[in-house]
Each structure stands twice: as structure tokens, then as C-alpha cells.
């Protein structure tokens, strides 16, 4: 019974002996001391190319997006404010509708400024409020600075 084992165990490992002998690669017979393992010049220059083929323009995308969404950060806080001095203006208009609400380059926090133009006719009147970003740091709001510009008509209470 013994014997029976060893026989098998015998054939099994000639199978996998016999396995283990099969011819080595053609590449491998030319150079036998030649070890092709990682990548050659070539494919990383490529590689590297075909990188920065894809990155450059992904790059200007998110900077461009940067700059988009700033700006229009600045008009929605203008619009909000701008919303906010004209509301102003007609509460103020029903208490006293003769008095005079223009106002020049009056700052609304954070670097935004914003003016108010009041245009007074006998029954009825042109409100119309500017605001914008103060970019150049001066507290006058030049006409390149405006954001958004409202105008409301409001008659006599």
C-alpha cells in the first residue's frame, strides 16, 4: 500500500517538474542576462505627456471656475444689499415722503459701497440704489466698481 502512495506521489511531482521545464521566452533566450522589469524611457516621456495633456487644461478649468464663482459672490451680496438700501428707502418715503434720501459712496459693510440716487417730482419719485465692491480700496464707488443698480418708483402716500 505503500508502494501504491510513493507511485503516485512519484508521478505527481515529474508532472510538475516536467511543468517547470517549459522553454523560457523568446526575448529571454536572446538575452539571457537581460531582466525586462519596470518601464523604458520612452514610455514614461509619453506618459508624462500625455499627464500634462490632461492636467494644463483641468488646471485653467478650476481656476476659471475660481474666479467665476467670486464674482458672483460679489453680485449676490451687491443685489442682497442693494435690495436692502431700496427697501429702506420706501419705508422711509411713506413716514416722509418730501424729505431728500440721496446719499453718495456710503459703505454697507465689508468693503461693499453704495449710493443713492433720489430724483423728486411733485407725486412721484426715482429712487435708484448703486452698490458694489470697493476693488481699489479708495471708499468711492467709481462706475467700474458698480454691481448692481435698482430703480423703484415710488408715488405720494
Given at each position: 500500500m505503500a508502494s501504491r502512495r510513493e507511485e503516485q506521489l512519484r508521478r505527481e511531482v515529474g508532472r510538475v517538474e516536467s511543468?517547470?521545464?517549459?522553454?523560457?521566452?523568446?526575448?529571454?533566450?536572446?538575452?539571457?542576462?537581460?531582466?525586462?522589469?519596470?518601464?523604458?524611457?520612452?514610455?514614461?516621456?509619453?506618459?508624462?505627456a500625455l499627464l500634462l495633456v490632461c492636467v494644463v487644461p483641468l488646471l485653467?478649468?478650476?481656476?476659471?471656475?475660481?474666479?467665476?464663482?467670486?464674482?458672483?459672490?460679489?453680485?449676490?451680496?451687491?443685489?442682497?444689499l442693494a435690495q436692502r438700501e431700496l427697501e429702506w428707502v420706501r419705508a422711509r418715503c411713506l413716514r416722509d415722503y418730501d424729505a431728500c434720501y440721496r446719499a453718495g459712496s456710503q459703505a454697507l459693510g465689508e468693503g461693499y459701497l453704495g449710493t443713492v440716487a433720489d430724483e423728486q417730482e411733485r407725486d412721484l419719485r426715482t429712487v435708484t440704489v448703486s452698490v458694489g465692491w470697493d476693488r481699489n480700496?479708495?471708499?468711492?464707488?467709481?462706475?467700474?466698481?458698480?454691481?448692481?443698480?435698482?430703480?423703484?418708483?415710488l408715488a405720494r402716500p
Open positions: 511543468q517547470d521545464r517549459r522553454p523560457p521566452p523568446s526575448h529571454a533566450r536572446l538575452h539571457p542576462q537581460r531582466h525586462c522589469f519596470g518601464v523604458t524611457l520612452t514610455e514614461v516621456v509619453v506618459a508624462s485653467k478649468a478650476l481656476t476659471l471656475a475660481r474666479i467665476q464663482d467670486r464674482a458672483i459672490e460679489h453680485r449676490s451680496w451687491s443685489l442682497m480700496g479708495d471708499g468711492v464707488l467709481a462706475a467700474g466698481e458698480v454691481e448692481v443698480n435698482l430703480t423703484a418708483r
